[in-house]
């Protein structure tokens, strides 16, 4: 994996992003945080679960690594490897051992795509050992206090294949996220494309509805994040319909009779 050594200031939040709190979830995690406790963010895709991650190294003030998991996520792309530069063999810390050395938060969205091997690193970090085992180097690192581990999964994707292991997720204190009900997704996607209330409501609406396509055969519906991206189309001049089209529709679903579905929605609301 080409991991670009970043300065651990680049991961620093310096100003307040935006988070519309949707429960307790903004207190819970600073006390799991204080009580060094690791974090488990469940929820459908788009919700918010990064923004919030941003928004609580904000509010700690520590640097937030995020590392995307996919199936060939191997334990040295977390830990880190030797790399041969010249006649010489220099060790470059992974973004997993960074967070640990500064003190910072390891944000891993999408944990369960990662491989069962690669998972089974983070097991002593997460419990009250806080240890992390760098095999090839011989070393231990301990966790300074500061270091929070957080990981994300999507129940939706769940399958027998796809799902963490009870060893795994009774390590951490869960915090559930769902699509915000409508008043305050409506803030958001009318804060975060620049639109009026009213065009944010209706699209809201639409979200809603798409996501009742569930039973239907649609995995999942329209994310918060498909509906901030119609609203930031229709904010560049494209006409409101079209923006649906493209930037909810038909990235939500290749099936005819589901678009065929969800066409007839965007005009109903439309
Ligand atoms: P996830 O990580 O759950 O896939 P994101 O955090 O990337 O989703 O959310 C997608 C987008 O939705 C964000 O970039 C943000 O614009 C918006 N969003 C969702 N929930 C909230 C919230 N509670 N407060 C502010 N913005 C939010």
Redesign the pocket.
């Known amino acids: 994996m080409a991991y670009q050594q970043q300065s651990i200031e680049d991961h620093r939040i310096s100003s307040e992003p935006?988070?519309?709190?949707?429960g307790e979830e903004v207190s819970i995690a600073l006390a799991a945080a204080a009580r060094r406790l690791p974090l488990l963010l469940k929820?459908?895709?788009?919700?918010?679960?990064?923004?919030?991650m941003r928004y609580l190294a904000w509010r700690l003030q520590r640097p937030l690594v995020t590392v995307s998991c996919h199936d060939d996520l191997s334990t040295s792309d977390l830990v880190g490897r030797y790399l041969i530069k010249g006649d010489d063999t220099v060790w470059l810390d992974g973004p997993l051992t960074r967070a640990v050395r500064v003190g910072g938060i390891c944000y891993l969205?999408e944990i369960v795509e990662a491989r069962k091997d690669t998972t089974v690193v983070i097991h002593p970090l997460a419990d009250d050992r806080r240890e992390l085992p760098i095999e090839k180097r011989g070393e231990l690192l301990t966790a300074p206090d500061e270091f929070l581990l957080a990981v994300?999964y999507n129940p939706g994707y769940q399958s027998v294949l796809k799902d963490l292991k009870p060893s795994t997720r009774q390590r951490f204190v869960s915090l559930s996220?769902d699509y915000?009900d409508e008043r305050?997704e409506a803030l958001?996607v009318s804060k975060?494309a620049g639109i009026e209330s009213s065009l944010a409501l209706q699209l809201v609406r639409l979200g809603a509805m798409s996501r009742g396509l569930k039973d239907s055969g649609l995995p999942e519906g329209a994310?918060?994040?498909l509906l901030?991206q119609a609203g930031l189309l229709v904010q560049s001049g494209i006409d409101v319909q079209t923006a649906c089209l493209v930037g909810i529709v038909e990235s939500l679903t290749d099936d005819p009779d589901l678009l065929a579905a969800l066409k007839e929605m965007v005009a109903a609301v439309f």
């Open positions: 935006f988070y519309l709190p949707l929820g459908p895709t788009g919700c918010g679960k990064t923004r919030f969205d994300s996220f915000p305050r958001i975060e994310s918060t994040r901030i």
